[in-house]
């Protein structure tokens, strides 16, 4: 990448990531809160739903600068003479690399491979707002799939001191709410969560694609 490709990447991404958090957090709370063992209503309800937001914008920005500039240039240089067919495995490498969780995995392999089936069907690269679309659809998609690994986590981080959960033990948080709350408690706030991602997918990749065209 030239460094202006890579500047621009910096910027861009920074931007994207204050204005989806800005945004979406109060939806994230709803979320977090429906995925809490003491129920939702005990976890605080919408009571405050909106406490801790110029923190986390400050902190986006840096964090989601980070994650597009590593992307982007372990993308330029995995591209870099491979094969066509290898693309989704070079995303997936790239997004793993920018940040190591599974819904990145998920989203980004998706992302690229929508945008170019639709570049391949309009016989020109999307335009933004087509950016956007592929994203809420793959963040959506990634949602789902990773939802019981989310309710875990949640689990995991509420925990009381000295209970089964409070371990870490991501398997066993797993097994104990398969047996006590079966498919519903490994998929709690699951629509909330999708519908909080789709549209942070198409806020989140639809400003970065904008803002990175308009700074190049």
Known sequence: ?????????????????????????????????????QGFRKAGGFH??????????????????AFFITYENVKSVL?????????????MVAASLAEVI??????????ESLKDLWSWKQGHVVDSWQSAVCGAFAGGFAAA???????VKTRIMLAKAGSSNASGNVLAALSSIWRTQGLSGLFAGVVPRMAGISLG???????????????L
Request: hydrophobic share 45%; aromatic share 12%; with cysteine.
């Open 48 to 65: 405050g739903i909106y406490a801790g937001v110029p923190s986390t914008a400050i902190g986006s920005f840096p964090n989601a600068a």
């Open 201 to 215: 997918g198409f806020i989140f990749l639809g400003t970065y694609e904008k803002t990175r065209q308009l700074l």
């Open 102 to 111: 599974p819904f990145s995995l998920v989203q980004f392999p998706l992302w």
């Open 145 to 151: 799939v990773t939802t019981p690994l989310d309710v």
């Open 79 to 91: 591209h870099h003479g491979s094969a066509s067919y290898l693309a989704p495995a070079t995303h």
């Open 1 to 37: 990448m030239e460094p202006r490709e890579s500047w621009a990447a910096l910027a861009a991404g920074g931007i994207a990531g204050v204005c989806v958090d800005l945004i979406l957090f109060p939806l994230d709370t709803v979320k977090t809160r429906l995925q809490s063992p």
